[in-house]
Each structure stands twice: as structure tokens, then as C-alpha cells.
DNA sequence: GTCTATAGAAGGATAGAC
DNA sequence: GTCTATCCTTCTATAGAC
């Protein structure tokens, strides 16, 4: 229970959070002093070390929090998977573009700051990112061995197909040429596109 | 001339701007001091500012050089252009992944630190920026027009393509199970299917 | 052209009053 | 739970000796 008005742990806890994150995406973690960041919050700089034992910390679990929400909300979205890949794959492009405009700031983040975080936090971090990644590959190769997709290398499409997607937040504002839902018509056509590549005419083999 | 052995204005500059962009790209702009750089490039901080008048000046001029470098060398590149868009494109492929995957300090710093620049310094670059994107925006126009290509959308094709392009220097390694040159081929199969989707089965439109 | 020394500001984090 | 006050470190940038 809280002792004074207007405010209790948790709820300033999350409002630290919330704070911190957006002066991160806007400024770097680097550049960001624990001042301006109790400014925002509303406290004096002392108050926020009782949410946070420092700053290395508030940058990880800002990072991890947002990994965990991703697993968890892809988690959640693909226990309705469809069958066919195809459609697994248009599932997941919509998930990710969705996902990704819906917090532009953690996303940022996650990116951006990887290497102000101490070695074992860094670990922490890349091996969720790599689950996220396997998830997409094991769909993509799947469909392959299936015969739905013709890969050029399912490693690298997986690269591919997240940078691509993960790119339209640097770009996307609200008031642009294309709503959210233009946007993931869009890239679902180039998607289609990059996983059925026609191999008769071409070149290159399609792997290592 | 130099005035003492070792050293001159010319070469220090140079060695300056190396020593920075190596530890930018490592650390990040605002967690680098001045102090760290001037042990890098082996004198006293002080001893720096005679040639740069500060630091932010030092970031841009980085992120300019590099841009400047990549247009330029895309221009000395393309005067010898192929006349078909799909071989236009592959040109292109290859160029962007053997440049960035050769300057991957300056490229990281490149994309990170924008929201380091002064405002003004921050539309110079992305004018820059927006130039090269550009340039292959043309090449897909005309690929479309003539046929040669079926595009979902010119403008975000070329954001995609950049994007996962750029992404290469994020997990390249120099020692892992692929070559640059099997990289570039890799990409080459993926960007082609990009560019060449099959409209006829799809429900979405080609753009918006 | 480089050094040492330092001004002057700002940083992260803690102590203790309330 | 929040404040004020402060410790100690580090920062950018400059001044002036050599």
C-alpha cells in the first residue's frame, strides 16, 4: 500500500519504465542522464534508485521486458497457426509489422543500444533475439521442405525478411502516403515474393 | 611541412577520424570520450582539438565521408551500367553488400548515431541518404515500366532492399560458414524474387 | 604540434531528513 | 516514498609552457 497520494511502487516503477524508454529512443541510453530522466518521471534523481539499483539495469529490463513481449505475443498469435505455410508466413509478417509500429520506441532499443549492455545481459538478450529468429526460420524451412517456398537459404531468408519488415519502423509515421494496413499488404507481396524465388532462369544455386 | 618527426596535420586528422569511427562504432558516440580517442590515436586530449573544432563536428564529418564515399563509388560503379534493369539490380546488389560489408564501423555509425547530430547536420546526412536511396528507387521504376520487373511498391522495394542488404553487416563475420561472395549470391536469389512477384494467385494488390 | 594543467559543468549514485 | 544535499568521478574544451 502506498503511504502518500498519487503514488505507489509499482505504479511508479512503470511510469520509470515508460520514461526512461522513451528518453532512450529519442536521445541513446549514453546520452541520457538519471536527472533528466527523474524530470521526466516527475522525482528528484535519488527517488528513482528505489525502482532501479542504476542505470544498466533499467536499460536491460527495458530490453528484456520487450523481447519477452514479443515471444509471448507471437507465442499467443501462432496457437491459431494455420497449415499451410504460406499462410503461416503471411501470419507472421502481419504480427511483426503490427508489433513493431505498436512500440517504435522499445524496438528502437533493442537495436540501438545492444552494446551498452554489460557482457552477460548481452547474452541474455541475443539468445532471445535468436529465438525469435528460429521461429521464422523453422516456418520458412518447413515450408521449403514441403515444397510451398523456394528458398534461395533459409538462414539468410529469415535475416532478410526480418531486417526488411523491422525497417518500416525507421520510416513509418502515422500521417504518411500508407496506413498500417497498406503497409503490411506491401510487404506481404515482397515477402511472397522473396521466398518463392524462381530458380529455372537463375544463376546462383539456392545454398551454401 | 611537419615540424616534428612523425607527425603531420594531414595524417594525424586522418588517423583521428580512424581511431573515432573504430571506437563510435564500438561503444557509441556519447559513451566515447575525447579523453578515449586521444589514448587511441596516441596523444594527449588536449592535442586533439587542433584538428577538430569539437566533437559533434567530428561525428558528422564521419557520417558525411561515408555517404560521400558511397555515392561516389556507386557513381564510378554504375558509369559502366548494364542496359537490362535485372542485370542493373544485381550490379547493384553486389555493390551495396561489398561496400558496407567493408566499412562496417562507419556503416553501424552511419544508421546509430543520427540522433547525435545537430539538426542541421542531421538533415545534411539524410539528404544524402535519400539520394542513394534514390538511385535505386530509378533502377526499379524503370525495371517496372519496362517490364522487366513486378514490383509490390518502387518506394518500399527499395527501403526493403536497403534494409535487408545493410542488415549483412550486422551478423557478418569474416570467419563463418559463408564467403562474401556466397553472401552476394544468396542475396542476389532473394532480391531477384523481390522484384519478380507473381501477382496472378495473390489477393493483394500491387500497391497503394 | 604536443604537452600539462585546469576551468567549469555535469554525470551516477548515496546519506539522511521528513 | 520522496526530498535535499553532497561525494566523487568524469567530461569537454581551453590556456599556456615547451
Redesign the pocket.
Known amino acids: 500500500?502506498?503511504?502518500?497520494s498519487?503514488?505507489?511502487?509499482k505504479k511508479?516503477a512503470r511510469i520509470l519504465r515508460a520514461a526512461a524508454t522513451k528518453l532512450f529512443a529519442q536521445y541513446g541510453y549514453?546520452a541520457?542522464?538519471?536527472?533528466?530522466?527523474?524530470t521526466e518521471v516527475?522525482?528528484?534523481?535519488?527517488?528513482?534508485?528505489?525502482?532501479?539499483?542504476?542505470?544498466?539495469t533499467?536499460l536491460f529490463q527495458i530490453m528484456d521486458r520487450h523481447l519477452d513481449d514479443l515471444l509471448n505475443a507471437w507465442a499467443e498469435e501462432s496457437a491459431t497457426q494455420p497449415t499451410e505455410p504460406m499462410a503461416q508466413i503471411e501470419q507472421f509478417v502481419r504480427f511483426h509489422i503490427r508489433f513493431h509500429l505498436d512500440r517504435v520506441d522499445a524496438v528502437f532499443i533493442a537495436y540501438m543500444e545492444l552494446r551498452n549492455l554489460s557482457p552477460e545481459n548481452f547474452e541474455l538478450i541475443e539468445s532471445k533475439r535468436r529465438q525469435y529468429e528460429d521461429l521464422l526460420e523453422a516456418i520458412l524451412r518447413n515450408g521449403g521442405k514441403e515444397g510451398s517456398f523456394s528458398l534461395c537459404d533459409s538462414r539468410l531468408s529469415a535475416y532478410a525478411i526480418i531486417a526488411m519488415l523491422t525497417g518500416v519502423t525507421t520510416w513509418y509515421r502515422g500521417d504518411g502516403r500508407l496506413s498500417a494496413n497498406n503497409i503490411e499488404e506491401i510487404y506481404l507481396c515482397m515477402v511472397r515474393g522473396l521466398v518463392s524465388h524462381s530458380g529455372a532462369d537463375q544463376p546462383s544455386s539456392t545454398g551454401p
Open positions: 500500500m502506498a503511504r502518500k498519487g503514488s505507489d511502487g511508479t549514453a541520457v542522464s538519471m536527472r533528466q530522466i527523474a516527475g522525482v528528484q534523481a535519488g527517488a528513482l534508485y528505489l525502482y532501479t539499483p542504476d542505470k544498466q533499467l
